[in-house]
């Protein structure tokens, strides 16, 4: 299995601008997670679908930021309008057992950097 | 205070010293204790985990949980510099809760 893949590796956008990452889980997963990462705040869970559905949106820092899952290997995090305050690395993970899941699998992340 | 605290480092050791990686947490319903190993420009992966309190070896690397003290440790025996990574630890309650990370720099 080619393991979590995330795409676009890089983003550099200007602000006002929006964004879109996008996240292909580990075949056969059921659960998927979107992290933000910072130096300041360190990893935090922005949002997780079960089965496609999302179940958890509370660590979605505002109306800014959207996320979807149209079907089970594919998932999107867009970001509209982009501000330079959500620069950071955004990580997509997936897990068969969900929240309860010790072991999550982490793509290998977007470098995201707003001027 | 955050659930789940880590000194940021960096912590630099020579090569072939033992690594003491530490964490403290203060939610009393963790049963599962991880460590997550991060490569530079690279996702988390799982490294350990651990139930409730105790030690588990898997080769240099040894876990240790102290639940009456609330405290996570990790130790690297033998560390190479290949093992210069961040170390994430975690505790499981209804969700991962994160430890903001300790960057390990071992130096040849």
């Known amino acids: 299995d080619a393991g979590v893949i995330q795409s676009p590796r890089h983003e550099v956008t200007e602000m006002g601008q929006e964004v879109t990452l996008r996240c292909k889980p580990i075949?056969?997963?059921?659960?998927l997670f979107w992290y933000r990462q910072t130096m300041m705040r360190g990893l935090e869970l922005l949002i997780y679908?079960?089965?496609?559905?999302?179940?958890?949106d509370s660590g979605m820092p505002e109306d800014r930021f959207s996320a979807k899952m149209p079907n089970a290997s594919f998932s999107t995090l867009k970001i509209q309008p982009s501000e330079p305050r959500d620069s950071a690395v955004y990580f997509c993970?997936?897990?068969?057992?969900?929240?309860?899941?010790?072991?999550?699998?982490f793509g290998p992340g977007t470098r995201l950097t707003v001027t | 205070q955050k659930e789940v605290e880590q000194d940021p480092g960096p912590l630099s050791v020579p090569e072939g010293a033992i690594v003491s990686l530490n964490c403290t947490y203060s939610?009393?319903?963790?049963?599962?204790f991880m460590w997550y190993r991060q490569y530079s420009r690279k996702g988390p992966e799982l490294l350990m985990y651990?139930?409730s309190s105790g030690n588990k070896e898997d080769g240099r690397f040894t876990a240790q949980v102290d639940k009456s003290s609330k405290y996570i440790s990790l130790f690297i025996r033998d560390s190479q510099p290949s093992d210069s990574a961040t170390y994430l630890c975690?505790?499981?309650?209804?969700?991962?809760?994160w430890g903001a990370g300790t960057k390990l720099i071992i130096k040849p």
């Open positions: 075949s056969g997963h059921d659960y």
């Open positions: 975690a505790g499981l309650d209804y969700q991962l809760i």
């Open positions: 679908f079960n089965n496609n559905v999302p179940i958890d």
């Open positions: 651990t139930y």
């Open positions: 993970a997936s897990s068969l057992g969900g929240l309860s899941s010790y072991e999550q699998y």
């Open positions: 939610n009393s319903a963790f049963q599962y």
